[in-house]
């Protein structure tokens, strides 16, 4: 006799959850209000651009009776340039090469400092450092322009003022970099790394160059380009600190011809008005490179930390 062994029966998979066309539709769509948001606030940044690029096109007379926002009949740009840079016996080009010494100079060192510093901070404690990382702090809090005349007044004890260094120095000091690099160093840089880096003999300063610069290098590039936009639209430490023209950055000069613009005898409608405006869309055009180059640098560091290894 044989006994036949009933059949196993395999239930059926749940079958996955079916989201319905309208939620997935809900979830996809777009918020009217936020849309409407983000266009007023890139019109709000792209607006005065725009200006600028229209304006150095026109003359005097185009640039008072004309549609702001749009193109003359006779666009006249390489005009512009050309007379910007032969005004004064070209001393707009020694203010552009000023802007660049001044901001390029003060950007690596700021840098370089805030990374020592936030390193410092970040890797090694010692008595007094978190008074001290709370002193920096506070720094942040206290606007430059309260800062300027009690530095002019060191500086004229020195013997510093009007001369490239009256820019440079105060601007290599940079509290609000000294912080971003200290929480950046706590996350970028391993403690495992550097011991073992200090068991192979390697002494601080080597660890520091060879090993933590380059690990720094995105939260670097950050306090560069801020330090960079900074120094390069500085106007008011320039202003008080300098008083050779030849030695004045951008801003300072534009804006001592804006005042000759204004007081030449026929106010607004002098010829100056259009080269303080072509002045102003070629000082800002090293800036946008200066963005395009190093974006990729900034960008990598953003995300970095946001993903646990």
Do not use: C
Request: hydrophobic residues 55%.
């Amino acid at each position: 006799m044989t006994t036949t062994m009933p059949k196993a029966t395999i239930a059926p998979a749940d079958p996955a959850p079916v989201v319905p066309a309208r939620r997935r539709s809900a979830s996809r769509r777009r918020s009217t209000p936020l849309t409407i948001a983000m266009l007023a606030a890139l019109a709000y940044f792209l607006l005065p651009l725009f200006w600028l690029l229209v304006a150095s096109t026109k003359n005097t007379q185009d640039l008072i009776n004309s549609f702001g926002l749009w193109f003359s009949h006779a666009p006249q740009l390489l005009v512009n340039i050309k007379a910007t840079f032969t005004q004064d016996d070209g001393v707009f080009v020694h203010w552009l090469l000023n802007t660049v010494l001044y901001a390029v100079v003060s950007a690596l060192g700021a840098a370089l400092l805030a990374a020592a510093g936030g390193y410092g901070f970040a890797k090694f404690r010692f008595r007094g450092d978190r008074v001290s990382f709370h002193l920096v702090l506070g720094a942040i809090m206290v606007p430059a322009t309260a800062l300027a005349i009690p530095t002019y007044l060191l500086f004229a004890k020195v013997g510093l003022v009007n001369t490239p260094w009256a820019v440079i120095l105060p601007s290599l000091v940079n509290p609000f970099g000294l912080y971003l690099m200290r929480i950046y160093a706590a996350d970028a840089v391993p403690d495992s790394l550097l011991e073992a880096a200090r068991i192979d003999g390697a002494g601080e300063a080597r660890i520091f160059f060879r090993i933590a610069l380059r690990m720094l290098a995105p939260g670097l590039v950050t306090v560069l380009l801020f330090t960079l936009v900074a120094t390069w639209n500085n106007y008011f430490l320039p202003l008080i600190m300098l008083n050779d023209p030849k030695l004045y950055p951008i801003t300072v000069g534009l804006s001592s011809w804006a005042a000759q613009a204004q007081n030449g005898g026929s106010g607004a409608s002098s010829d100056m008005l259009p080269l303080v405006v072509t002045g102003s869309l070629i000082s800002i055009v090293p800036l946008v490179v200066a963005f395009l180059l190093l974006q990729r640098y900034w960008q990598s560091g953003l995300a970095s930390g946001s993903v646990k290894q």
